[in-house]
């Protein structure tokens, strides 16, 4: 009977998270709308749907797919990581840049030959070690 109840708040759980999603990603697609200063209607029209799904959408009612939120976001002129996170794209491009350098050279290392590791490993070890060594001592 424990693993039921366990099971059961787990999926209330599960739900509530889904539920604060639809919020926040709705409350977000408002904002966007009124500083376009769009209409519930008018972005019914360009969508296709009723201006009472854009009512329920914006309020965290209404449930869609993945497809109909890229649509959204490109009518709204909105990155889609944004509106499903919150996090501004500007602010994604710096790490991702970070993160294309490391892979780079990290594809780098794995293309040098052994003996060219190993010059590079020895290389690392005579300018850090000593400094890891002052430090282990404090």
């Keep these: 009977m424990k693993n039921t109840n366990k099971n059961i708040k787990e999926i209330k759980l599960k739900t509530e998270n ?4 639809y919020d926040l990603i709705g409350s977000r697609i408002k904002s966007k709308r009124i500083e376009l200063n769009m209409t519930e209607e008018e972005l019914a029209k360009k969508l296709d749907v009723s201006e009472k799904d854009i009512e329920k959408i914006e309020n965290g009612r209404q449930k869609f797919t993945v497809d109909f939120l ?9 990155n889609k990581v944004y509106l499903l996170t919150g996090v501004d794209d500007e602010i994604l491009k710096d790490d991702i840049q970070l993160l294309d350098s ?4 990290f594809k780098m290392l794995q293309s040098l030959s052994e003996k060219n590791k190993e010059r590079l ?4 070890n ?6 890891v060594k002052k430090i282990s001592k404090k």
Excluded: G, H, R, W
């Design 18 to 21: 889904k539920s604060k999603l």
């Design 126 to 131: 005579k300018q850090f070690t000593p400094n």
């Design 102 to 105: 490391y892979i780079e050279f």
């Design 121 to 124: 490993l020895d290389m690392f």
């Design 70 to 78: 890229a649509k959204m976001a490109y009518i709204l002129d909105i």
